[in-house]
């Protein structure tokens, strides 16, 4: 199994360009969990899906921020538009029945 | 919001002494989790240990759980330099389901060769 694979591994992007970043779980999991990781707040849960269904999304930051899970074994982040603020390192992490997530290696994203 | 809190926020010390890092959290969980973080790598679970346990082993890992004190702590014996890492506790919320994991601060632990 290779595990949560996350792409880009690293992205650098201009203020107000749009920004997909993408995740595949391991296979079998159910739920799939989107963080963001910065020095000051540390990691925070944006959005998680239980069986490829949006479950709590209360940690988005705002509407700039979407994600989408169209089947077991794919998710997106997207921020349209980006903004410096947006700068972080952003995992995925996929679990089966919540006992011991599997993260994936991360997206630093910079915007400029 | 951070639900637990690491203690302490850092912590050096020379290899082959032992490492002990606390949390303490807010609300009741249903489980609290271990994890360590490498530079610049993604989190690595560590081990689980239930609300109705109070102590679990796992290789050189000892954790503990004190429900009534909301707290926790992971000990590292005979550390080694590649223990060198942020470690994180983290919990799922009783009626909040078993899927919602929210991280503590971290420690970042040193370990001098």
């Known amino acids: 199994d290779a595990g949560v694979i996350q792409s880009p591994r690293h992205e650098v992007t201009e203020m107000g360009q749009e920004v997909t970043l993408r995740c595949k779980p391991i296979s079998g999991h159910n739920s799939l969990f989107w963080y963001r990781q910065t020095m000051m707040r540390g990691l925070e849960l944006l959005i998680y899906?239980?069986?490829?269904?949006?479950?709590?999304d209360s940690g988005m930051p705002e509407d700039r921020f979407s994600a989408k899970m169209p089947n077991a074994s794919f998710s997106t982040l997207k921020i349209q538009p980006s903004e410096p603020r947006d700068s972080a390192v952003y995992f995925c992490?996929?679990?089966?029945?919540?006992?011991?997530?599997?993260f994936g290696s991360g997206t630093r994203l910079t915007v400029v | 919001s951070q639900q637990g809190e690491e203690d302490p926020q850092a912590l050096s010390i020379q290899e082959g002494e032992n490492a002990t890092m606390n949390c303490s959290y807010k609300t009741s969980i249903n489980n609290l989790q271990w994890y360590r973080q490498n530079s610049g790598r993604g989190l690595v679970h560590l081990i689980l240990i239930r609300s109705n346990e109070r102590e679990k082993h796992s290789g050189r890992l000892r954790v503990t759980l004190d429900t009534s004190k909301k707290s926790s702590s992971l000990l590292i014996t005979a550390s080694r330099a590649a223990d060198t890492a942020s470690y994180f506790c983290?919990?799922?919320?009783?009626?909040?389901?078993?899927?919602?994991?929210?991280f503590g601060t971290g420690t970042r632990l040193t370990i001098i060769p």
């Open positions: 992490a996929s679990s089966l029945k919540g006992l011991g997530y599997t």
């Open positions: 899906f239980n069986n490829n269904v949006p479950i709590d």
């Open positions: 983290a919990t799922t919320r009783l009626n909040f389901g078993n899927e919602k994991l929210t």
